[in-house]
């Protein structure tokens, strides 16, 4: 059998992965700016994470959500506390795209209403719902095509105050990324994210933040949403949340009321999943990642701006983007070939650094120093 060819690859396989960096079969090393898509949060192979998913696996591994699991009210607790949600409640599911096809489902129940608002450039996955409230056609198949999601301009809230004036009470949820990553990371303004909150405390529409690339302390804060200081009824998260263990979950907000069966799951929230999850938020804290995520993100943009030939340079935290100019246009390619530097994209031309949140200094350096040599190669104009 052969795989199904969805993926354009790069030619290198890697075999082992510490910290920042990863190996491929020859021994040569590779430093990951990427986290393999954002997911690598707390660095490969953290060992107090390896010690508790290794601890749980000579445990149980896995039992169906029929029976009562502590580890998900462990989970659910620390949660709460690191990110400052205390009063949420936690569902817990296996990706990002299932995160928000439960949290879009979950506010049409809450609301009884059917119309959902996202957002140009949005990307929330590729499940039904979550694919039809991502602003790329080639993702969805006919069947995904609905007339329930509409998209309205990303950071125009005059836009989004006159659909609600017109559409108020037929929405169900606005669903909007903190910082969007797919999108080639473009941040929610504050002021946006408060017209949100206001039209959704209006009409009595569910505000989603999907926090799955933006949150988990990747933007200096728990969720990059907060930065604009009102809160969001259902917050999506994955990637960043197991540091490669699968694992993924919604908060919710108590006005949100549980009722048996309408979300389940077989996979979420199983034992070893709750582990991993668990070792990330403690190692977030006991290492203060995120507030280094803040100080180290603020000095790469810094350095990245010295370099005026990279454009918009843009971002919080350890989620940067920048525009590569068209003659510079092999330099991601050249960055991994070259300088054995993995770094993210997104099109037409963005290079996207999600690296993860404990990223040493003189590592985030060497990506200084190899734009520099790449910059130096250019023909004076
Ligand atoms: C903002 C956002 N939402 C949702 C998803 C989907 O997550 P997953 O691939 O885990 O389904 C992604 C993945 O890139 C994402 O960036």
């Not at 119309?115 to 140009?120: N, P």
């Not at 993702?139 to 836009?159: G, H, I, K, W």
């Not at 996207?352 to 104009?381: F, H, T, V, Y």
């Amino acid at each position: 059998m052969k795989l199904f060819d969805v993926y354009p690859l790069n030619n290198i396989t890697i075999t082992r992965a510490k910290g920042s960096h990863v190996w491929d079969e020859q021994g040569t090393a590779y430093l990951d700016l990427y986290g393999g898509h954002a997911v690598i949060s707390i660095g490969h192979g953290h060992p107090h994470w390896k010690g508790r998913i290794e601890e749980q696996l000579s445990k149980i591994s896995f039992y169906s959500n029929s029976i009562h699991i502590p580890l998900q009210e462990a989970l659910a607790e620390k949660l709460g506390k690191v990110s400052g949600k205390d009063d949420y409640q936690l569902f817990l599911c296996n990706s990002g795209a299932e995160a928000n096809e439960n949290a879009l489902k979950l506010a049409s129940f809450h609301t009884g209403r059917k119309k959902i608002v996202a957002f140009s450039k949005a990307f929330h996955g590729r499940t039904s719902l979550a694919v039809a409230a991502t602003d790329n056609s080639n993702y969805r198949a006919p069947v995904n095509e609905t007339d329930n999601v509409t998209f309205l301009p990303f950071n125009n809230s005059q836009a989004l105050k006159d659909h609600f004036i017109k559409h108020g009470n037929d929405i169900a949820a606005v669903i909007v990324e903190g910082i969007q990553g797919v999108g080639g990371i473009h941040i929610a303004e504050n002021e946006f994210l408060q017209t949100i909150r206001q039209c959704c405390d209006t009409y009595g529409a569910v505000y989603i933040a999907d926090s799955v690339q933006c949150g988990y302390g990747r933007s200096g804060k728990f969720f990059s949403h907060d930065y604009a200081g009102v809160p969001a009824d259902i917050y999506s998260m994955a990637k960043g949340m197991g540091n490669g263990f699968p694992v993924a979950g919604i908060i919710i907000h108590p006005a949100i009321k549980p009722k048996h069966f309408q979300l389940g799951t077989t996979f979420g929230g199983n034992h070893l999943a709750c582990a991993a999850a668990l070792a990330v938020l403690e190692v977030l804290e006991s290492e203060q990642l995120i507030d280094h995520a803040a100080t180290l993100g603020n000095w790469l943009m810094q350095e990245l701006r010295q370099l005026t030939v990279l454009q918009n340079v843009r971002g919080r935290g350890l989620m940067i983007g920048f525009d590569v100019p068209e003659h510079l246009g092999a330099l991601r390619q050249r960055l991994l070939t070259e300088h054995h530097i993995f770094t993210g994209e997104a099109k037409p031309r963005v290079i996207r650094l999600l690296p993860s949140l404990a990223l040493l200094q003189a590592e985030a350096g060497q990506l200084i120093d190899a734009l520099k040599k790449e910059i130096a190669l250019l023909p004076i104009s």
